[in-house]
């Protein structure tokens, strides 16, 4: 009898962590929150614009649900955004809907076209401390944003925020099993509509739609003339749109302890962009505020509550339109507050923090936050932050560069041995440290550790030479690493410094 063959054992295949259980229900109910908090931002959104509510609600819809498939940070929440209907608005209010949507599809397309050469990569250039400031000016926003709701209201609103944060606050002391915001706002709802207060609701932000999305070509004259009109609103769309995606996503990294794939999330915005336009929505990017709710205050940390924020969304527009209008906006209005006090970095405005940071950090971030505020736009606000900080780091390390020299024994030359990066910022000051008058008649100099980064250092040693040349003296310049002395043999002397 031949021996027993052992029993082919087949791979177990793991199920996806969102089908358990407790992940699941963490995510179904993180996304009705987000559902229910993007209906008043999304109307807010399309008045901004000068659109009609149901073009920023069927973007958040759409935008909601293509990310949830490509973007590459998973629980980040897309959807229509006031940097977007800024950009795109006075298109909207000349030329009129369609040219609006025309530049949503080509912002898309440029979105991808910049993935591809690899526009994500320049998330490093990022620092720190500008993406604390951009933390904090992302705080700050929200709160201002909520403050419009709290003036000229009925005195009944203040009791109801009140007690709204006290539930926001107190139920996760108690329990997790069930979202914090959604309690507040069945529990503010349940209280307006039986007690039949009369306050601010959903309903008045603007009218709910009644029917689905349909795909359509945006009635346009597809000409150059028309390109040429659209272009600029579409490469804000896409640079303003990525910005705050990218930035939103490397927050949600360091918040959950992950990482994203960036060139995926941007082309992924790229693709979620075109697919908006083409169902008739105003386009929109990553939204920081609804993303902090998503993995913040609910704890969600899977594409599925981003899919079913955008699911839960349209049910709740199109089929339970009437329930949502009952909303108090005093409930929402208390979820974004607590989602702002969260959001800012105390710890960096701390006395004992800025004491000790070096004076430029702290720069950069008030740079950063101050700018946001002013604009209302984070990507400019980031931009100048990225600025501040690229002349202050230019400034610092320009006065790390040091020449020494030394008196050949002979005395018939002199030897100046330089120490440091050169560049734009540092060569100007170095062509003041030779003694062209009294120096021998042979001058070497070392560059042994020196690295020449830029034409302008080239040119400060062209100029150099040229000021010893003028008196007959003679310069050899020896040492130089193999990426300098590329760069010195290609441009030495066919730059006119000194002339």
């Given at each position: 009898?031949s021996?027993?063959l052992?029993a082919?054992?087949?791979?177990?295949?793991?199920?996806?962590?969102?089908?358990?259980p407790?992940?699941l229900?963490?995510e179904?109910?993180?996304?009705?929150?987000?559902?229910?908090?993007?209906?008043?931002?999304?109307?807010?959104?399309?008045?901004?614009?000068?659109?009609d509510?149901?073009?920023?609600?069927?973007?958040?819809?759409?935008?909601?649900?293509?990310i949830a498939?490509?973007?590459?940070?998973?629980?980040?929440?897309s959807?229509?955004?006031?940097?977007?209907?800024?950009?795109?608005?006075?298109l909207?209010k000349?030329?009129?809907?369609?040219y609006?949507?025309?530049?949503?599809?080509?912002?898309g397309?440029?979105?991808?076209?910049?993935?591809?050469l690899?526009v994500?990569?320049?998330?490093?250039?990022?620092?720190?401390?500008?993406?604390?400031?951009?933390?904090?000016a992302?705080?700050?926003?929200?709160?201002s944003?909520?403050?419009?709701?709290?003036l000229?209201?009925?005195?009944?609103?203040?009791?109801?925020?009140g007690?709204?944060?006290?539930?926001?606050?107190g139920?996760?002391?108690?329990?997790?099993?069930?979202?914090?915001?959604?309690?507040?706002?069945?529990?503010?709802?349940?209280?307006?509509?039986?007690?039949g207060?009369?306050?601010?609701?959903?309903?008045?932000?603007?009218?709910?739609?009644?029917?689905?999305?349909?795909?359509?070509?945006?009635?346009?004259?597809?000409?150059?003339d028309?390109?040429?009109?659209?272009?600029?609103?579409a490469?804000?769309?896409?640079?303003?749109?990525?910005?705050?995606?990218?930035?939103?996503?490397?927050?949600?990294?360091?918040?959950?302890?992950?990482?994203s794939?960036k060139?995926r999330?941007?082309?992924?915005?790229?693709?979620?962009?075109i697919?908006?336009?083409f169902?008739?929505?105003?386009?929109?990017?990553?939204?920081?505020?609804?993303t902090?709710?998503?993995?913040?205050?609910?704890?969600?940390?899977?594409?599925?509550?981003?899919?079913?924020?955008?699911?839960f969304?349209?049910?709740?527009?199109v089929?339970?339109?009437?329930?949502?209008a009952?909303i108090p906006m005093?409930?929402?209005?208390?979820?974004?507050?607590?989602?702002?006090?969260s959001?800012?970095?105390?710890?960096s405005?701390?006395p004992?923090?800025l004491?000790?940071m070096?004076?430029?950090?702290?720069?950069?971030?008030?740079?950063?936050?101050?700018?946001?505020l002013?604009?209302?736009?984070?990507?400019?606000g980031?931009?100048i932050?990225?600025?501040t900080?690229?002349?202050?780091?230019?400034?610092r390390?320009?006065?790390?560069?040091?020449?020494?020299s030394?008196?050949?024994?002979?005395?018939?030359?002199?030897i100046?041995?330089v120490?440091?990066?050169l560049f734009?910022?540092?060569?100007?000051?170095?062509?003041?440290?030779?003694?062209?008058?009294?120096?021998p008649?042979?001058?070497?100099?070392?560059?042994?550790?020196?690295?020449?980064?830029?034409?302008?250092?080239?040119?400060?040693?062209?100029?150099?030479?040229?000021?010893?040349?003028?008196?007959?003296?003679?310069?050899?310049?020896?040492?130089?690493?193999?990426p300098?002395?590329?760069?010195?043999?290609?441009?030495?002397?066919?730059?006119g410094?000194?002339h």
């Amino acid at each position: 009898m031949s021996p027993e063959l052992p029993a082919v054992t087949r791979p177990r295949l793991s199920r996806p962590s969102w089908l358990t259980p407790k992940v699941l229900r963490t995510e179904v109910l993180a996304g009705l929150v987000v559902a229910l908090a993007l209906v008043p931002e999304a109307i807010s959104f399309s008045i901004l614009a000068g659109v009609d509510p149901r073009v920023g609600l069927f973007a958040s819809f759409t935008m909601a649900v293509v990310i949830a498939i490509c973007g590459g940070r998973p629980a980040m929440i897309s959807a229509a955004t006031g940097a977007i209907a800024l950009v795109v608005a006075p298109l909207a209010k000349e030329h009129g809907l369609d040219y609006l949507i025309a530049a949503v599809i080509l912002g898309g397309i440029f979105q991808v076209l910049l993935a591809l050469l690899g526009v994500a990569r320049l998330m490093r250039f990022i620092p720190r401390s500008v993406m604390v400031g951009f933390v904090n000016a992302l705080a700050i926003l929200i709160f201002s944003a909520q403050v419009p709701y709290l003036l000229g209201v009925p005195w009944l609103v203040y009791p109801l925020v009140g007690l709204a944060l006290a539930i926001m606050i107190g139920l996760p002391r108690i329990t997790r099993a069930v979202p914090a915001p959604l309690v507040t706002i069945i529990v503010l709802t349940g209280i307006t509509v039986i007690a039949g207060i009369a306050v601010p609701t959903v309903g008045d932000q603007g009218e709910l739609p009644n029917s689905l999305p349909t795909l359509g070509l945006p009635q346009i004259p597809w000409t150059v003339d028309t390109l040429t009109l659209i272009a600029p609103y579409a490469l804000g769309v896409a640079l303003v749109g990525l910005m705050e995606s990218l930035m939103t996503a490397k927050l949600v990294d360091d918040i959950t302890d992950t990482h994203s794939n960036k060139t995926r999330e941007s082309w992924g915005q790229g693709v979620a962009n075109i697919v908006t336009g083409f169902f008739g929505g105003m386009g929109g990017c990553a939204m920081i505020g609804q993303t902090m709710i998503n993995v913040k205050a609910s704890g969600a940390r899977t594409r599925l509550s981003t899919f079913l924020s955008g699911v839960f969304l349209l049910i709740l527009v199109v089929s339970l339109g009437d329930v949502v209008a009952t909303i108090p906006m005093a409930g929402l209005v208390a979820v974004m507050i607590i989602v702002s006090v969260s959001t800012f970095d105390w710890h960096s405005v701390a006395p004992a923090t800025l004491k000790r940071m070096p004076w430029g950090e702290t720069l950069v971030m008030v740079a950063t936050v101050a700018t946001t505020l002013v604009t209302h736009n984070l990507a400019i606000g980031v931009v100048i932050g990225v600025l501040t900080a690229m002349v202050i780091f230019a400034n610092r390390v320009a006065h790390l560069v040091e020449v020494t020299s030394v008196l050949d024994p002979d005395g018939e030359s002199r030897i100046y041995s330089v120490h440091g990066e050169l560049f734009f910022a540092a060569s100007n000051d170095l062509v003041y440290q030779f003694d062209y008058a009294n120096d021998p008649q042979h001058v070497v100099i070392d560059m042994t550790h020196a690295h020449v980064w830029d034409a302008s250092s080239v040119a400060a040693l062209d100029a150099i030479t040229t000021k010893y040349a003028a008196r007959g003296k003679t310069v050899e310049i020896i040492e130089l690493n193999q990426p300098s002395a590329a760069i010195h043999g290609n441009l030495a002397g066919n730059l006119g410094g000194g002339h």
